[in-house]
């Protein structure tokens, strides 16, 4: 993978830094705000769907084998 959750951190915290800037002003400090609520939203896609990943990882670590093998005839193409 070639993004991770660190690097959604640092984007994060560099627009924070960006919103705090007190040089920012009209326009610009608009743009930015928009910027950060897209951000945010997008932010939010993806935690949401690492949660979702993890779940179904802990999930699937308790199944039993049989549930295992129908799990994966279901999701996993060529098996």
Avoid: T, W
Avoid at 24 to 53: F, H
């Amino acid at each position: 993978m070639k993004n991770k959750l660190s690097d959604l951190n640092n984007h994060l915290f560099a627009q924070l830094e960006r919103l705090g800037d007190e040089d920012i002003k009209g326009d610009e400090l608009k743009d930015e705000i928009e910027r950060g609520k897209s951000m945010a939203s997008v932010a939010k896609e993806i935690v949401s769907n690492a949660k979702l990943a993890l779940d179904v990882a802990v999930k699937y670590d308790e199944m039993s084998q049989n549930a295992k093998q129908h799990v994966d005839g279901m999701l996993l193409e060529n098996r």
